[in-house]
């Protein structure tokens, strides 16, 4: 496992010596986030690979086990992916995911162990009082949120384990220096051989880690980001069932640009407006037409392309179908758990509102970058509504 520290040094250089005119500029609150991220990352990276160096000792089988027919949700972002994921975690005796908790405070089989053992005692002794609490606390701190739900407690966007190695995606939300970036958007075609190698190793040995530590049987993860290294996930997950997730460009590319400029502005403080839109508009062309041109290439019963309007008008179907494509065990409290996903989705409220004319764009002008898509899929090129986003992606 490799860090790279290269790219760590060359943000916190930016951020403090050359932040002027971008995004990143050093404003009080760009101040504030730098100061706390650089007094506490540091330090949480040392104790969590103390850990992964713990793992290698106290559990090395967890290297030897096998990752079997995991399922990888892709597509562009706000294409229907969390909900799919989340929906699909319900079920615990088929499932299992990274959960926001695993990616950034138990990442390491010690961890987890450590995790479960209090878990244990917590049942037993204490009537899950620190359970309780926990939750309070998730409540009032991530539950606060009003993009996208997160928790601590919910299955999360695994591309964020890789900033352990600060060498993924995710890194361009904190520092958003594209230019001292490696393209990830462009990941199969971009990234050195070794590089590539490297990224994917770390990822697969946190599944490994994951998988051993729970004792579950197949692994569900959605990552937006997957869609560029498609080709570098089947060679090291060759037994790994991919679901491409499409929708319309009309609704993916407003939500996506608005979804981007809101994570980003988190840890940021740029000028009003929105940013980043032709980074966004290469990276989603590339993100509908490099996994398709691979899909089509290798057809395979583990492959399926599926519509985001199929998968929300009928769930039940979609998903039993895919079950018995990809050989997972049939579930037959599947309705339960489509109805207990479908109303969590439709209870959370977004302030995420949104319009292309806001970001410059035109009806016509995202239908004429989009057109093999709208051809391929047959979507609607019709002018949609500024959108109040109850949205089934969130």
């Known amino acids: 496992m490799k860090y790279n520290f290269r790219l760590f040094w060359r943000t916190f250089y930016r951020s403090f010596f050359a932040a002027k005119n971008t995004t990143a500029r050093l404003t009080r609150k ?69 959960t926001t908790w695993d990616i950034y405070l138990t990442p390491s089989v010690t961890q987890k162990k450590i995790t479960q053992f209090f878990a244990r005692l917590d049942t037993k002794y204490f009537n899950n009082t620190f359970h309780r609490l926990l939750h309070k606390f998730d409540d009032a701190t991530l539950g606060k949120i009003k993009i996208h739900p997160i928790s601590f407690f919910q299955p999360e966007e695994d591309e964020n384990i890789h900033l352990h190695i600060w060498d993924g995606y995710f890194v361009t939300f904190l520092f958003p220096f594209m230019d001292e970036m490696p393209n990830y958007q462009h990941f199969d075609e971009a990234l050195s051989p070794e590089h590539k190698r490297s990224i994917m190793t770390f990822y697969r040995s946190m599944l490994q880690r994951h998988m051993y530590a729970t004792g579950k049987k197949y692994f569900v993860a959605k990552n937006p980001a997957f869609s560029a290294k498609i080709e570098t996930l089947a060679e090291f997950f060759p037994d790994a069932r991919i679901i491409y997730l499409a929708r319309n460009p009309l609704d993916m590319l407003p939500s996506t640009v608005s979804w981007i400029n809101y994570a980003r502005r988190q840890f940021t403080d740029p000028v009003d407006g929105f940013h980043y839109i032709d980074e966004i508009v290469d990276m989603t062309k590339h993100w509908y037409s490099h996994p398709l041109q691979y899909l089509d290439a290798h057809p395979s019963p583990r492959h399926l392309i599926l519509k985001y309007d199929d998968m929300v008008q009928r769930p039940e179907h979609v998903i039993r179908a895919f079950y018995e494509q990809f050989g997972y065990p049939d579930k037959p409290g599947l309705p339960v758990i489509i109805d207990q996903a479908v109303k969590e989705t439709m209870t959370f409220n977004s302030d995420h509102a949104y319009s292309y004319e806001e970001m410059g764009f035109t009806r016509e002008q995202i239908v004429e970058m989009y057109p093999e898509i709208f051809e391929r899929f047959n979507f609607e090129t019709r002018e949609p509504v500024i959108s109040k986003s109850i949205e089934v992606e969130m």
């Open 30 to 98: 760009r101040l504030v986030f730098l100061a706390l991220f650089y007094l506490v990352w540091p330090i949480g990276s040392l104790f969590h690979w103390f850990f992964f160096w713990l793992d290698d000792i106290l559990f090395p089988e967890y290297k030897k086990h096998p990752i079997e027919k995991p399922l990888f949700i892709l597509g562009n972002l706000r294409s229907g992916s969390t909900f799919l994921h989340r929906l699909l975690s319900r079920d615990t005796q088929t499932f299992t995911s990274l």
